[in-house]
């Protein structure tokens, strides 16, 4: 059974930083791709980052230059450390992992979800 557990929750003043994890558990971490999405109220579920189980990484153009996402493959946890936030970036953030990059930076779909975290950005 996949588990992806995202600890916590986050607020901060636009400027500010914050960085998510979620870890994984269930299994062999090197199998998989991972990424995380965001949605916010009133809209759809977006891609933000991913990390293909090869080590490369993409990200959506709005957050290029400001996010930057990880893993620790022995702890088995993902991270997005999240810089220069800005009110737009307020969402409930998810991370997500499956076989395939692709499948999740051109569809925006993954086989395991976690639950989610709140990330909120005051002005």
């Known amino acids: 059974q996949v588990q992806l557990t995202e600890p916590g929750e986050g607020s901060v003043q636009a400027g500010g930083s914050l960085r998510l994890s979620c870890v994984a558990s269930?299994?062999?971490?090197?199998?998989?791709?991972m990424g995380w999405f965001r949605q916010a109220p009133g809209k759809e579920r977006d891609g933000v980052a991913f990390i293909a189980s090869g080590g490369n990484v993409n990200y959506v153009d709005s957050v290029k230059g400001r996010f930057t996402v990880s893993q620790d493959k022995v702890k088995k946890t993902l991270y997005l450390q999240m810089n220069d936030l800005k009110p737009e970036d307020t969402a409930m953030y998810y991370c997500?992992?499956?076989?395939?990059?692709?499948?999740?930076?051109?569809?925006?779909?993954?086989?395991?979800w976690g639950q989610g975290t709140q990330v909120t950005v005051f002005s």
């Open positions: 269930g299994y062999t971490v090197s199998c998989f791709s």
């Open positions: 997500a992992a499956d076989s395939s990059v692709l499948r999740m930076v051109a569809g925006g779909k993954a086989d395991y």
